[in-house]
């Protein structure tokens, strides 16, 4: 009987000692917020950047451009411990949107793209590049509309148009709790080089246009995160990227 009233009195003791840490560790963090984290899954043999961004190693998180293996997508969520609440798209080219139908049918999380990509990604087995697909339709929940700013996962999301490698492609400008940012160019601009402009609906002055529009818009130290390779950010950009020559803030 002493064993049994001991353990209850601990279990109890415990219970409350565990709350009053998690009550503790939540006023830490409405005190200080922790940055924004993205977490960068090369996916595909295009190796296009996912990036899984959140607030908090164990938050709500959002989920950019799932292009392959959904199967890698959703068993690194579960590693990290976070829910998705949204996948954003950047733009309709296969290699940046193949899974986002299954990524979205597992986890059961809206799509927010473009409203010219809406379409792309409903009838996306309509798209097929050769040797690629076939992927699952997903019709997006939401769009993603330049000028306007959605909150979702504790994160404000800035949606800039910057077409010119794609023209229904968008850039996003992330701010976190603690007033940090993040800025996801899509292949708008990469470390050393820039989208192509070759393909359909490229066009290189736009695209000019669209990196001008992150160059007055975006602080040149905040890390972009690009479709392809490794981080950079408009400064190192302006510096040393010799397709930004003549840009100027």
């Not at 950047?49 to 998180?61: E, G, P, Q």
């Not at 040797?131 to 993603?144: K, N, R, S």
């Not at 940090?180 to 070759?198: I, K, N």
């Not at 190192?236 to 397709?243: G, Q, Y």
Request: net charge negative; aromatic share 4%.
């Amino acid at each position: 009987m002493y064993s049994a009233d001991l353990s209850t009195v601990s279990a109890r003791r415990a219970g409350r000692l565990l709350q009053a840490h998690w009550r503790f560790i939540d006023n830490v963090r409405r005190r200080h917020p922790i940055p924004l984290q993205a977490t960068t899954l090369p996916l595909g043999p295009y190796e296009t950047n996912c990036y899984i961004v959140r607030a908090d190693t164990a938050a709500d998180c959002l989920v950019v451009d799932p292009g392959e293996e959904p199967e890698r997508v959703i068993a690194t969520l579960r590693e990290l411990g976070s829910r998705c609440v949204a996948i954003l798209v950047t733009h309709g080219h296969l290699d940046h949107i193949g899974a986002v139908g299954a990524v979205a049918r597992e986890l059961a999380c809206p799509v927010y793209a473009s409203a010219g990509d809406a379409a792309t990604l409903a009838h996306i087995n309509d798209h097929l590049w050769p040797g690629v697909g076939p992927y699952v339709a997903h019709q997006p929940e939401g769009l993603l509309a330049p000028g306007e700013a959605l909150d979702l996962a504790g994160i404000n999301i800035a949606v800039m148009a910057t077409p010119g490698h794609h023209p229904d492609a968008v850039s996003m400008l992330l701010t976190g709790p603690a007033g940090d940012q993040l800025l996801v160019s899509g292949d708008v601009v990469f470390a050393g080089s820039v989208g192509r402009t070759d393909l359909a609906g490229g066009d290189w002055p736009t695209l000019e246009q669209s990196i001008a529009l992150l160059i007055a818009q975006v602080g040149e130290d905040v890390p972009v995160l690009p479709g392809h390779g490794p981080r950079t950010t408009l400064r190192h950009e302006r510096a040393t990227n010799p397709f930004l020559a003549g840009l100027s803030k």
